[in-house]
C-alpha cells in the first residue's frame, strides 16, 4: 500500500505558473506508473500526465508543452510543473500511483488549481 499527499495547489492568474508536488509514503521506484488527474466541476476525472517506472512519459494533448511532469525517486516525490495556466486548467488535480501485474490506483486526496482569467 502507499499512502499519497498532494501539494502546491492554489490560485494564479492566467499564463502563471504552479509546480505540484505528489510524496508517497514509501519508494515509488517500482511502482509501475505515477501520474497526475485532474477533474473540473460537472466533467469526468481526466488523465494529464504520466510517467512509469521506466521514464516513459505521457501528456494530455491539452497540455503538451505547457505541463511537465518528473519523477525523483530518492524523495519518493513526483512532481507536476505546470506553465501557461489556462482558466481551462482549473480542476482539483490528484496524485495517481498505479502498481502491481493486475493494476491498482492509489489516490492522493486532490489538490485545487484556480486559474483566473
Known amino acids: 500500500q502507499v499512502q499519497l499527499v498532494e501539494s502546491g495547489g492554489g490560485l494564479v492568474q492566467a499564463g502563471g505558473s504552479l509546480r505540484l508536488s505528489c510524496a508517497a509514503s514509501r519508494s515509488i521506484f517500482s511502482i509501475n506508473a505515477m501520474g497526475w488527474y485532474r477533474q473540473a466541476p460537472g466533467k469526468q476525472r481526466e488523465l494529464v500526465a504520466r510517467i512509469s517506472s521506466g521514464g516513459v512519459i505521457y501528456y494530455a494533448d491539452s497540455v503538451k508543452g505547457r505541463f511537465t511532469i518528473s519523477r525523483d525517486n530518492a524523495k519518493n516525490t513526483v512532481y507536476l510543473q505546470m506553465n501557461s495556466l489556462k482558466p481551462l486548467d482549473t480542476a482539483v488535480y490528484y496524485c495517481?500511483?498505479?502498481?502491481?501485474?493486475?493494476?491498482?490506483?492509489?489516490w492522493g486526496q486532490g489538490t485545487q488549481v484556480t486559474v483566473s482569467s
Open positions: 495517481n500511483a498505479r502498481e502491481g501485474l493486475v493494476p491498482y490506483d492509489y
